[in-house]
């Protein structure tokens, strides 16, 4: 019988252009076979008997999934990034050649040892006891060697699996266990932030050395030179920049990354006002742009202080993504009382420049845990949702979410088409606009009753929730008398 041919769990979704928590799901649920937390590739062949090598639609959805998920603008630039440069491919294929060579190796001397083994049986054999039983083995063999190597249905996957090496190397970060990929011509730090891993880094860009990572295993490709120096000792451990480097064979890397809030530390950068769209007139979207060697680290669902010259500051949730840290988003309801607001509406500029400050606040996904979330946002709640939900799907492990935006003002949500192409573009998301009409406690149990109605039993989930204070109380009161532990239970005030 051959040993299985095993790939990780992460590998594998990509294989067959699924979520890794819908994988994760069917290992759990025994439809697939997995062996110390890999996956068979016969097993998986099995499974996804429909994913041919010819079949682009898998990967054009891999691709489509990524960068929905990051909102990476198409054109040039990106297919750019995403495409390996020519010297890395060639360090790619180098070392897949070598993997191969040494596989080759490995076959002939078995080849050798089975020729080897049947003339020793053949001369044992001819010896008068054990002759015909040791006669028997011997032909055994030498049939187990004439035997037809029969293409399986898997070798599509792993003929697949070779192709997507050679686009992209996979990174295991330790101790935490993280995999993620290394697409292009990016640096592994960009790929684990943009993979929605908090790992740690200051300026970037060479100068600060708080990205060092000590190299396990594998091979990494110097693609941006850099003023930090690196310690012999250091050097000779195998520690390298991963602001500076990208990966060209799979690799195991020993980084450190944040796994708490307090982990982060408190920054303060200026950023240039990218673009303002007014929703209407007591609303606005405001996006920032920080310089690439000055971005803002934070967890999705933190806060973080807005302030211009001469205005005070005022704390908002940040509505973006923490694996696009350059890119900053912040919903602004017009309040007379907060100056930062009404400047938003009144006299902002293009690429002025804004103080921010944090991150805060401890709302964050607890990216452990592998139970369905739901998500409810009550209005301008869904700042920090979108921010967890982006972070969710970058993280592509929980295997269901739904989010309900319960909205008092206007025909639909305020950015309701984001939300549909959310619930088009994935499988495993699902999004419920819900018009609640008074902010009275009637009108907002009325608006959790859509909840009851699509799930019986709220118990099995981890139920994320913003909104006003009245609302907040009453989603409380409402979660326990269904029975949600306190502890699958996160709320946050607006
Ligand atoms: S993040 Fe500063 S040197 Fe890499």
């Known amino acids: 019988m051959s040993s299985p041919r095993l790939i990780n769990v992460s590998r594998a979704a990509r294989l067959v252009g699924v979520s890794r928590g819908t994988l994760q799901k069917q290992i759990q649920d025994g439809e697939i076979a997995s062996f110390e937390g890999k996956v068979d590739l016969d097993a998986l062949s099995q499974a996804y008997p429909q994913v041919e090598l010819e079949d682009n639609q898998v990967l054009e959805k891999i691709e489509d999934i990524i960068e929905k998920a990051m909102h990476r603008a198409r054109g040039d630039k990106l297919r750019k990034l995403l495409t390996p440069d020519l010297g890395t491919l060639a360090a790619r294929v180098a070392s897949l050649s070598k993997e191969l060579s040494r596989i080759k190796k490995q076959n002939n001397m078995l080849i050798e040892l089975v020729g080897k083994t049947r003339v020793a049986l053949t001369d044992l054999a001819a010896k008068p006891d054990n002759g015909d039983a040791l006669r028997k083995l011997g032909?055994?063999?030498?049939?187990?060697?004439?035997?037809?190597?029969?293409?399986?249905?898997?070798?599509?996957?792993?003929?697949?699996?070779?192709?997507?090496r050679i686009m992209a190397a996979q990174v295991h970060l330790i101790p935490s266990g993280h995999d993620f990929f290394v697409e292009g011509?990016?640096?592994?730090?960009?790929?684990?932030?943009?993979?929605?891993?908090?790992?740690?880094?200051?300026?970037?860009?060479?100068?600060?050395?708080?990205?060092?990572?000590?190299?396990?295993?594998?091979?990494?490709?110097?693609?941006?030179?850099?003023?930090?120096?690196?310690?012999?000792?250091?050097?000779?451990?195998?520690?390298?920049?991963?602001?500076?480097?990208?990966?060209?064979?799979?690799?195991?890397?020993?980084?450190?990354?944040?796994?708490?809030?307090?982990?982060?530390?408190?920054?303060?950068?200026?950023?240039?006002?990218?673009?303002i769209d007014k929703v209407n007139?007591?609303?606005?979207?405001?996006?920032?742009r920080t310089p690439r060697t000055n971005r803002l680290r934070f967890f999705a669902g933190q806060t973080a202080t807005l302030s211009g010259i001469g205005i005070d500051p005022a704390e908002y949730h940040i509505a973006s993504c923490p694996c696009d840290d350059m890119n900053l988003q912040f919903h602004i309801y017009r309040d007379a009382s907060i100056p930062f607001a009404e400047h938003v509406f009144h006299g902002i500029q293009a690429s002025e420049s804004i103080t921010v400050e944090g991150p805060h606040g401890n709302f964050i996904l607890d990216d452990t845990i592998q139970r369905p979330i739901l998500f409810l946002a009550f209005d301008t709640g869904f700042a920090p949702i979108k921010s967890l939900i982006e972070h969710a799907m970058t993280l592509d492990a929980n295997e269901f979410q739904h989010l309900?935006?319960?909205?008092?003002?206007?025909?639909?949500?305020?950015?309701?088409?984001?939300?549909?192409?959310?619930?088009?573009?994935?499988?495993?998301?699902?999004?419920?606009?819900?018009?609640?009409?008074?902010?009275?406690?009637?009108?907002?149990?009325?608006?959790?009753?859509?909840?009851?109605?699509?799930?019986?039993?709220?118990?099995?989930?981890?139920?994320?929730?913003?909104?006003?204070?009245?609302?907040?109380?009453?989603?409380?009161?409402?979660?326990?008398?269904?029975?949600?532990?306190?502890?699958?239970?996160?709320?946050?005030?607006?």
């Open 404 to 494: 309900y935006w319960l909205y008092q003002t206007g025909d639909k949500p305020y950015l309701h088409n984001q939300a549909r192409a959310w619930s088009d573009a994935f499988d495993n998301f699902r999004y419920s606009p819900i018009k609640y009409e008074t902010t009275n406690a009637d009108g907002i149990r009325a608006g959790l009753q859509h909840l009851t109605a699509d799930y019986p039993e709220l118990d099995g989930f981890d139920i994320y929730a913003c909104g006003p204070s009245p609302a907040i109380e009453q989603v409380t009161d409402f979660m326990r008398a269904q029975g949600v532990p306190e502890n699958q239970l996160l709320l946050e005030l607006l």
């Open 281 to 288: 007139n007591q609303l606005a979207v405001l996006n920032l």
């Open 139 to 164: 032909s055994n063999l030498e049939q187990a060697l004439l035997q037809p190597v029969v293409d399986a249905e898997s070798d599509q996957l792993a003929i697949r699996d070779t192709i997507l």
């Open 185 to 275: 011509n990016t640096t592994i730090l960009e790929a684990g932030l943009g993979a929605g891993f908090a790992m740690d880094y200051g300026c970037s860009n060479g100068n600060c050395g708080k990205c060092k990572a000590k190299l396990i295993s594998g091979e990494v490709k110097k693609i941006r030179q850099h003023d930090y120096v690196i310690p012999e000792a250091e050097k000779n451990q195998g520690y390298i920049l991963s602001c500076s480097n990208t990966a060209i064979s799979d690799i195991v890397l020993e980084a450190k990354e944040a796994d708490s809030v307090n982990e982060i530390p408190l920054q303060k950068i200026s950023a240039r006002v990218k673009k």
